[in-house]
Structures are given as structure tokens and as C-alpha cells.
């Protein structure tokens, strides 16, 4: 009986080790692959109505479908696609969160849709404008697309994230004061732009009648600075023609070591260009970082 028993359980183990992961790839195999919306709507097997919430960012659109196909469909949003404004005038809409659901034969489903403008010199559009599904992003787009997806940042910062990719505005306008893991953002949106890392950011002024001024109010920043040995120090910011537009410090005593600013100061006035925050020992120039409005 023992001899049975030790035979039974090495033909069960046997068994186990052998069907189980055939049966973990066979339904890996045959996965069923979501039908993107915007196939489906080709192929006639959905009518859509896209709707504004009256809003640009955040959960500020409505989709809602109806089956028109002979069976349940497994259908996908995309994050990266954008919708377009059937008024040209207004933005587009590019889909951040993707969703993945079914729907039933004959059914109807209304879904919320997360995404930001792409088009920040349109206007914002009003409750109940139409849109219709758009194509796919490009690369870098459905890039930030995703990355978005996958962090919590605050709606002003997504928003200002997708438009230094859509409208190729300055990183250095992806700011909010207390807003942790900006140097992530900044950096990945940075890379996808192939350029070097702004040391600091701008601030821009609002106006209720655009979305986007382009007008710099402040300039905010952090410098940590190594100062060698006794001497006296001055920052200031000067443009590029070296005038001084602003005195932070002016033939201060400062020992040996290691310093850190912070700096915020108004910009509104000056012309747009070029300008440098200088840090001179002595009367040498210790540091001089580039920034532009």
C-alpha cells in the first residue's frame, strides 16, 4: 500500500509539473488582444459620441458607445490618441488614462475621459462641443502620454508637461511651488526634447481670456555655490549685454564653503531674451548660469 500510495503521489507531481505551465502558456497564447475604439468604429462595429465636459484637462471629456456588432466586444482607449475638436478652433484633447472594457452585444457604455490639451493657442472648449476619435499621437507625445499615466501630478503641471512637447514650450514652465518629484518630470521631459536640464523655473502670468500668456512673471531657482576662501561676493542678474537688472548681494564678506540659494524675482517689464545670474568673487566671476524669458 505504501509502495501504491508513493506511486500515486509521484504520478500526481508528474502531472502537475507538467500540464500546469502548458496550461499558463496555452492562456498567455491565447490572451484576446483589445480592439482599439478607433478600429472598431472603421469597421462599423461601434457608433461613438465625444463630448467636452467643458474643461481642457483632467476628466474632461465623455465618450459614449454603441455596439453595433453581432457579439461582445473587448475594446481599448489608447493613451497617446487624441481627440479632435470637430470645431477647429478649439483644442484637441490628448488621451492620457487608457481603459480596456467590454461591451455587450447591443449594449451602450459612457465613459469619462482623463486627458489635456495639445494645442494651447486654441481655446478651451465648451460643455457639450464635439469631438470625434482622432489618430495617434507621435512618439514623443504618446511618451509623455504614458509617463503621465503612471505618476500624480497635479492638473496644472500635466497640462504644462504635454504642451512642452505639443507646442515645444519651455521645461522650464512645468512648475507649481511645493509640488514633490518635479526634478523627475522635468528631466524625463528634458530627454524627450534632447536638451540639457534647466536649472530653473518660470513662473507665467495669468489671464482669463488664454490658456498660455507666454508672459514670464518670475524667475524661481536653487544655486549651491563653493566659495574657496575669504572673499567678497556679489550676485546679481544681468542681460547680455551685462547690465544689471537685479542686486541679490553686493561685497558681502563670505568664508570658505559651500552655500545655497534660493531665488524668486519678477521679470514683468523686461525684454525677452537672454540673462544670467552671476556669482563674482573678488570682483572674478565665480558663476554665471543662463536663463531666458
Known amino acids: 500500500m505504501k509502495t501504491n500510495c508513493c506511486l500515486k503521489n509521484t504520478l500526481v507531481t508528474l502531472f502537475l509539473f507538467l500540464f500546469i505551465p502548458f496550461q499558463l502558456f496555452s492562456t498567455e497564447k491565447n ?31 465623455t465618450m459614449t458607445l454603441q455596439s453595433r456588432a453581432n457579439d461582445s466586444l473587448f475594446l481599448a ?11 477647429t478652433n478649439m483644442q484637441d484633447i490628448l488621451i492620457v488614462a487608457p481603459e480596456e472594457f467590454l461591451l455587450t452585444f447591443g449594449s451602450k457604455k459612457r465613459l469619462s475621459i482623463y486627458g489635456f490639451c495639445c494645442q494651447a493657442n486654441m481655446s478651451s472648449p465648451f460643455d457639450s462641443a464635439v469631438f470625434a476619435m482622432g489618430p495617434m499621437g507621435d512618439s514623443n507625445l504618446v511618451a509623455v502620454a504614458a509617463f503621465l499615466n503612471e505618476h500624480d501630478y497635479p492638473l496644472d503641471i500635466a497640462q504644462e508637461a504635454v504642451w512642452a512637447i505639443s507646442d515645444n514650450h519651455p521645461v522650464s514652465a512645468v512648475y507649481e511651488e511645493d509640488v514633490q518629484g518635479l526634478e523627475e518630470l522635468k528631466n524625463f521631459l528634458s530627454e524627450l526634447k534632447g536638451e540639457e536640464l534647466q536649472w530653473y523655473s518660470a513662473e507665467y502670468q495669468d489671464d482669463d481670456n488664454v490658456l498660455f500668456t507666454n508672459r514670464v512673471e518670475y524667475i524661481t531657482g536653487e544655486l549651491e555655490i563653493w566659495v574657496p576662501h575669504n572673499c567678497y561676493v556679489d550676485i546679481q542678474v544681468e542681460d547680455a549685454q551685462g547690465k544689471v537688472m537685479e542686486v541679490f548681494e553686493q561685497m558681502v564678506a ?3 564653503g559651500r552655500y545655497f540659494y534660493e531665488f524668486k524675482f519678477p521679470v514683468i517689464g523686461w525684454t525677452e531674451g537672454k540673462y544670467y545670474l552671476v556669482v563674482r568673487t573678488d570682483g572674478n566671476v565665480l558663476y554665471r548660469k543662463l536663463f531666458e524669458i
Not at 482607449?77 to 470645431?87: K, M, N, P, V, Y
Open 31 to 61: 490572451k484576446i488582444e483589445p480592439i482599439p475604439v478607433a478600429e472598431a468604429i472603421k469597421k462599423g462595429l461601434v457608433e461613438v459620441e465625444i463630448l467636452s465636459k467643458g474643461s481642457h484637462k483632467g476628466d474632461c471629456m
Open 77 to 87: 482607449i489608447e493613451s497617446g490618441r487624441r481627440l479632435a475638436s470637430i470645431d
Open 254 to 256: 563670505y568664508h570658505p
